[in-house]
């Protein structure tokens, strides 16, 4: 797990540096720097590739963006060499990458991503689902051929959102392909391409949360996309099921940002991580943790997406000097 995190000269951060938890949720405007924040992690997750135009400060390249984390087993750090013919200056204590990698980081197409794909050969590892929603035809087909009991539990998340729905088609269409469908109430066969976006998006997550072989560190940009707000109350179980996983898989970490207020109400104030990111005057984007203990005061009468939505990011944040 990502313990901690330092930026410093990297796209509008000057200096940052807070910590994180097993569940961490950014807030704040547009153009405040939660995408950059997701961007520099996984930035330093992939040491080998260099810095690009945009990850210096106003494409100023006499900075030097520099990157750390602190994880369970140590620290990882990439930073600019100007001396390295642009190449990145890379430093990896023993164990620390791999205690964050595989990682993911999701990025949906807002139209909904395909449910149909190559399953690839046979295997005893289970595949699993790519950052832009793909891979969830070989995901499932692995499922229905190999662990049924999980393909169940898909199935009981997607009735509980869907009230028609009753099962899911997996058809091949040849030995290399197969696509999804959903089969209703009433006998009737969906494809892919009747079904909205915010369907396909469910079930995206439930089998992102039910895999066999999760990452052990997921990134996601705006969850609630195409998604109906009552709908969003599944979709932190999903993620708060992979950071306490009920089998036998090991624990994700899960950073995500959002602008809904819905979400955040499903947020565990006492262990989950809120960051604040605010546009400085100066131009600098800062990020703050939430006033937990002030915001659980006022817990009792109102939900933290309505403290949010009404204080704005300034009051879910110690005033300075207090």
């Known amino acids: 797990m990502i313990k901690s995190i330092r930026i410093r000269d990297f796209r509008c951060f000057n200096s940052v540096q807070t910590g994180l938890r097993p569940l961490t949720v950014l807030i704040g405007p547009n153009d405040s720097g939660k995408s950059s924040f997701l961007e520099a992690i996984r930035s ?22 520099t990157i750390e984390i602190t994880t369970d087993a140590g620290k990882v750090s990439k930073s600019f060499d ?3 013919g642009g190449k990145p200056r890379t430093t990896t204590e023993s164990g620390a990458l791999e205690s964050v990698t595989p990682f993911l980081f999701v990025q949906l197409p807002n139209s909904g991503m395909r449910l149909s794909g190559n399953i690839g050969p046979d295997s005893d590892r289970a595949p699993t689902v790519e950052s832009n929603g793909g891979g969830i035809a070989a995901v499932l087909d692995y499922l229905a051929r190999r662990d049924r009991d999980r393909l169940f539990e898909i ?47 469910l079930l995206f997550f439930a089998t992102l949360a039910t895999q066999p072989n999760p990452p052990k560190l997921l990134l996601i940009e705006e969850p609630e996309t195409g998604v109906h707000p009552h709908r969003l109350s599944e979709i932190m179980k999903f993620m708060h099921s992979l950071i306490s996983p009920p089998n036998s898989a090991g ?31 100066s131009g600098n984007r800062t990020v703050t943790p939430a006033d937990v203990d002030e915001l659980k005061f006022h817990l009792s009468d109102f939900k933290l997406g309505e ?16």
């Open 44 to 65: 330093v997750l992939q040491p080998t590739v260099e810095f690009g135009e945009n990850d210096f400060p106003n494409r100023d390249r006499s900075k030097q963006p």
């Open 82 to 84: 100007p001396k390295g």
């Open 155 to 201: 199935e009981a998340a997607m009735k509980r959102q869907i009230a028609n729905f009753r099962s899911l088609e997996i058809l091949r269409s040849s030995a290399n392909e197969c696509t999804i469908k959903f089969r209703y109430k009433d006998g009737t066969l969906q494809p892919d391409t009747a079904l909205s976006a915010g369907a396909r998006f």
């Open 251 to 281: 624990a994700t970490q899960v950073i995500l940002s959002t602008h809904s207020p819905y979400l955040l109400d499903y947020v565990d104030v006492a262990n989950d991580q809120v960051l604040v990111f605010r546009n400085a005057e």
């Open 307 to 322: 403290l949010w939505f009404n204080l704005r990011e300034e009051g879910m944040v110690k005033a300075e000097g207090a």
